[in-house]
């Protein structure tokens, strides 16, 4: 399995809502990421775990709380979240050298 | 800190004609360079790494360091080229990070 994957595909929640994305790799990859990408915009890395800790988190607001359950999986859980936070959230995963990273699908979120 | 740069936001050409897609860096190490693209309606995929001096689908890159330039160049255009092309670095010594450019949006018309 040499691809990333990502569910759901798409979502749509209201500001006092809970909800999880998920992202799943089975390519031994030691490095996940979470990216917010807004239309027509590149991607902004929001999260970065290695061998399943926390390595880099860009000053993202605490409604966006990431959770590593092991070396496979990568979820990130929305809670309170604002309509401005309406966009495409992109899974990634790498070896460690190069940093070739593969990206799943996404998960378009919409804000109401 | 580092940043990449795509001075163009939109490049249309025709098909068979030459097309160059530019990306500047600034950054004071030995980064690695990389082009991205995304294909409507597809994820984001990797086209090319500067240590691989690879051509993939006709495209070719080359890291100037003297400018800091990694462009991509392709000799003849194909339609299915047309997607939008993002510059990425990732600074030296293995890091996670990745920088990406704002990206170059290539229509290839016939």
């Known amino acids: 399995d040499t691809e990333v994957t990502q569910t759901p595909k798409h979502l749509v929640m209201g500001m006092t809502n809970k909800k999880s994305l998920k992202c799943e790799q089975h390519m031994g990859h030691r490095a996940m990421y979470w990216y917010k990408q807004k239309a027509k915009k590149p991607p902004e890395l929001m999260f970065v775990y290695s061998y399943e800790k926390l390595s880099i988190n860009e000053s993202v607001p605490s409604r966006f709380s990431p959770e590593c359950p092991n070396s496979s999986l990568l979820n990130l859980h929305l809670h309170a979240l604002q309509p401005e936070d309406s966009a495409l959230y992109l899974c990634?995963?790498?070896?460690?050298?190069?940093?070739?990273?593969?990206f799943g699908p996404g998960t378009r979120l919409t804000v109401l | 800190a580092q940043r990449v740069t795509q001075p163009e936001k939109l490049l249309s050409v025709f098909k068979g004609a030459p097309v160059e897609l530019k990306c500047n860096y600034s950054?004071?190490?030995?980064?690695?360079l990389f082009w991205y693209v995304q294909y409507s309606r597809q994820r984001l995929q990797l086209l090319l790494r500067?240590?691989s001096r690879e051509s993939i689908k006709g495209f070719t890159a080359d890291l100037n360091k003297g400018e800091t330039s990694f462009h991509l160049k392709k000799p003849f255009a194909q339609e299915e080229d047309s997607a939008m092309y993002y510059c990425a670095l990732s600074p030296q010594g293995g890091s996670e990070k990745l920088v990406f450019g704002k990206g170059t949006k290539l229509t290839v018309n016939p």
């Open positions: 990634a995963s790498s070896q460690r050298v190069p940093n070739e990273q593969f």
């Open positions: 950054y004071s190490g030995s980064p690695e």
């Open positions: 500067h240590i």
